[in-house]
């Protein structure tokens, strides 16, 4: 079974998912900053405690880089895939095609070392603290997005 079929159909809705969920993370992180930290892990968690303490909104200086980086890695992917599947010179040439996927698979598969180092972060918060689980759990979620995004891109790359 050949999976240019799926190509052309479930690639481009992975890529879709990969970065509408980046660009609504990064919305949310401004949004509802202490709900995102919530989202990241309990090390997130800690560092807005730890400044709600001293009456101070530097707390939110934390949340907000992450917000922009998750803002930023999903407009790419999704203008790189609306790119990829809806102009004139993608639809008129595979050559073009294919090298704006590949484009696409290098973007994707690059940024996921973010939910990777995002992971591991939350992985070393939770086995430096007696009560990690809520720095396992999202080292978990961190991994699962890893998966994702990693076979999204090699996907798009090899595929």
Request: proline share 4%.
């Amino acid at each position: 079974m050949s999976l240019r079929p799926l190509s052309r159909t479930v690639l481009p809705a992975l890529t879709s998912l990969i970065g509408s969920g980046g660009f609504i993370i990064g919305l949310w992180s401004f949004i509802s900053p202490a709900s995102a930290a919530t989202a990241f892990g309990g090390y997130m968690v800690r560092v807005l405690e730890a400044t709600a303490s001293s009456k101070a909104d530097s707390g939110m200086i934390y949340i907000y880089p992450h917000g922009i980086r998750n803002l930023v890695q999903g407009l790419s992917i999704l203008a790189l895939t609306a790119y990829w599947q809806f102009s004139r010179r993608c639809q008129s040439s595979p050559v073009a095609r294919v090298t704006v996927q590949r484009c696409l698979g290098i973007v994707i598969t690059a940024n996921a070392l973010t939910p990777m180092v995002d992971a591991w972060v939350n992985l070393r918060a939770a086995q430096n603290r007696e009560e990690g689980d809520l720095d396992r759990n999202a080292a978990r979620l961190h991994a699962t997005r890893l998966v994702f995004w990693a076979v999204g891109g090699l996907w798009c790359l090899l595929g």
